[in-house]
T-cell receptor
């Protein structure tokens, strides 16, 4: 929140379609993260990036892809290979990975019909 | 490895009553500890964090938390709860170069 923009707020897609979620930041943070949130599951890490043109898989990367072409942007693509994509997706930013505080965007709720 | 447990899925309190949300962590050394709050359909907001030093940490909105190494705990407290405090609360732990691991959250319900 505050300097982190996620769009759209709500997204509806048909099963089998790829969809890209946007995350933009103006906090000049090096690290960016994508989390998935399901009821009662807490936050699960999908991908993270510490610098431009580099990113690493998190705990649940299967069926997702990312890019980091600019420091300010870290889009997440939910592919048709993701078996259960309906969820709330949160983008976060922070200083270099290593215990630094994370700052969260407002989230995107994806519903696959 | 690091892990965090929030034993209570739901907590119900009356407005004006005191509050304590429990958080237990597992990590071999002194970790970084965080508490976040999330209103429905929103992102997470940082309430407070512990990195080192004084084990009693003050945060925003009147919240505080105490790091107890002997109990591997970082419980969140507030002396008097307001109806606007109703939300989901997440504890997180990060050790060394690790990305924070989040607990499953505690849902706070406030009765008038």
């Amino acid at each position: 929140d505050g300097g982190i923009t996620q769009s759209p707020k709500y997204l509806f897609r048909k099963e089998g379609q790829n969809v890209t979620l946007s995350c933009e930041q103006n906090l000049n943070h090096d690290a960016m993260y994508w989390y998935r949130q399901d009821p009662g599951q807490g936050l699960r890490l999908i991908y993270y990036s510490q610098i431009v043109n580099d990113f690493q898989k998190g705990d649940i990367a299967e069926g997702y892809s990312v890019s980091r072409e600019k420091k300010e942007s870290f889009p997440l693509t939910v592919t048709s290979a993701q078996k259960n994509p309906t969820a709330f997706y949160l983008c976060a930013t922070g200083g270099a990975v290593g215990g630094n505080t994370q700052y969260f965007g407002p989230g995107t709720r994806l519903t696959v019909l | 490895a690091q892990s965090v447990t929030q034993p209570d899925i739901h907590i119900t309190v009356s407005e004006g009553a005191s509050l304590e949300l429990r958080c237990n962590y597992s990590y071999g050394a002194t970790p970084y500890l965080f508490w976040y709050v999330q209103s429905p359909g929103q992102g997470l907001q940082l309430l407070l964090k512990y990195f080192s030093g004084d084990t009693l940490v003050q945060g925003i909105k009147g919240f505080e938390a105490e790091f107890k190494r002997s109990q591997s705990s970082f419980n969140l407290r507030k002396p008097s709860v307001h109806w606007s405090d109703a939300a989901e609360y997440f504890c997180a732990v990060a050790g060394g170069s690790y990305i924070p691991t989040f607990g499953r959250g505690t849902s706070l319900i406030v009765h008038p």
